[in-house]
């Protein structure tokens, strides 16, 4: 079994941090603070010479109360970054250990206060009024962008106590948000909302047993699982059970989802709207013959027609108003969803597995797997008056949060209560080190990525190009507004 990637991500962390060195932040003062390896994971044995801790900086935060503004609840994410005590439940524990020690080793003590509407509202209530409420942000993606563009985030390069390139730090994420060498967010796994908001699919194992259906998890390891193959299972899966003609609740389809799947689709396929140019500012794509192709693979993979493929809600009177539904009640093959609903599935009696999405064919490099718009970002807001304390503080959050909670959510969650296999396990290593982003779903510039879900889901979308030439100049008057503000920004 190939065991969870993460346990070799943690791994590099602790070889890049002992042999790098540590910052020394101009605000905090520095001090001979006692080390606190913290407890052990459960299924960690700590008696090896393997070992591996992640070891705090010697630095000092002088009591300081870090004020996190965070992501209220979710019903299928955990976006909590500190809970009150230990309960017995691996991942709850692991945050608890984790922040304790952090409390301890740094001298600091944690704030946390829930977006009871939204955290990105709150922090833009609080900045426009000059106020120094918070000193980190933790937001949805989709409103990262708006917010960077006004000005209101510290430039994170300009901190000098973040490692920015230390392998704790998602690259792929800093690639992706960073424009005109200013990155203003990125993301985090100190918050767990960042892996539950991958995109996987789902797929029901009773419904491939008793169909005798090919195996998804080989054709993923043959490099055999490409959108044609997808729509072939899909289709075969897609049955009028009781013969009257029209798919209802009744029948069995292919998949259910939303209309977000079909930007995830799309960008799995490895296709972008926007993209950076040899000066490294967004522009939007001209779409080529690659990118009308994938484009046209994704409406034949959400074809509504026929039981290919079920939207969450189209049913009216049925109790399917979730993609999850029809799923967990066995009447679709492939469900595509966020990694967070890995959780509500283990109350289904069929056996359910995890992919990465197929690929555009077998031509295409890696399985890639995006995260929906709902990603958490971590931002520092300009009012905070302690940036450098603020980064002490995130980038030991993170790299511990790497060695200890994200382990705990993937090996000891998903791996031991929450899969059903060890080849969905397999899965999640490709999931994990292959995510990606676009840049015009952080930004939405002139809402692009919305118009372009809404003109692949219609029944008069089946040429893409019209789409782009109808709105391609409200886009790049939006674009290039946002680098002049970015030009502006100090």
Known sequence: MKKICLILIAALAFIFISCGGEQEPETPTAANTEENPGDA????????????????????LDGYTMRLVTISNEDWAIPEMDVEEETGDPVNDAIYRRNRQIESGLNV???????????????????????DDYDILFAHASSGGPLASQGLYINLRDISALN??????????????????????TTSDACLMTNDAIWVLYFN?????????????????????TTDVMFGLAREAAVDIDGDGVFTAAD???????????????????????????????????PDERFTAAYDKVRMLMDGSNGIYLGAGALPGSDFDHATKPFMNDRTLFCAEVLGWSRTFREMTADFGILPHPKLDASQANYLNATANTVPICAIPITNPNPEKAGVFIDALTALSVTTV???YYTISLEGK?????????????????????????????GFFNNFISHGMSARGDNVLTLFDRQRDRVETAVTATIELFEAID
């Not at 998602?170 to 424009?179: H, V």
């Not at 989802?257 to 799309?266: K, P, Q, V």
Request: charged share 25%; with cysteine.
């Open 41 to 60: 994971l459960p299924g960690e044995n700590n008696d090896t010479e393997e070992e591996i801790a992640y070891k705090l900086p010697d630095i000092n």
């Open 109 to 131: 003590s944690i704030q946390e206060t829930p977006g009871v509407y939204s955290s990105h509202d709150i922090l833009r209530r609080s900045v426009m009024a000059g106020a």
């Open 164 to 185: 920015l390139d230390e392998p704790y730090w998602d690259q792929g994420a800093i690639n992706s948000f960073e424009l005109m060498n200013k990155l203003y967010f």
């Open 205 to 225: 194992k009773k419904i491939i047993q008793d169909m005798s259906l090919a195996n998804p998890y080989q054709l993923v390891r043959e490099n055999n699982w």
């Open 252 to 286: 069995q389809w292919g998949m259910s989802s939303h209309g977000l799947a079909f930007m995830m689709f799309f960008t799995c396929l490895d296709e972008r709207l926007v993209r950076l140019d040899n000066n490294d500012l967004p522009v939007l794509v001209h």
């Open 406 to 408: 994200t382990p705990a």
């Open 418 to 446: 929450f899969t059903r296999d060890e080849d969905s396990i397999e899965m999640l290593d490709i999931i994990r080190s292959n995510r990606i982003y676009d840049l015009a779903v952080i930004y939405n510039w002139a």
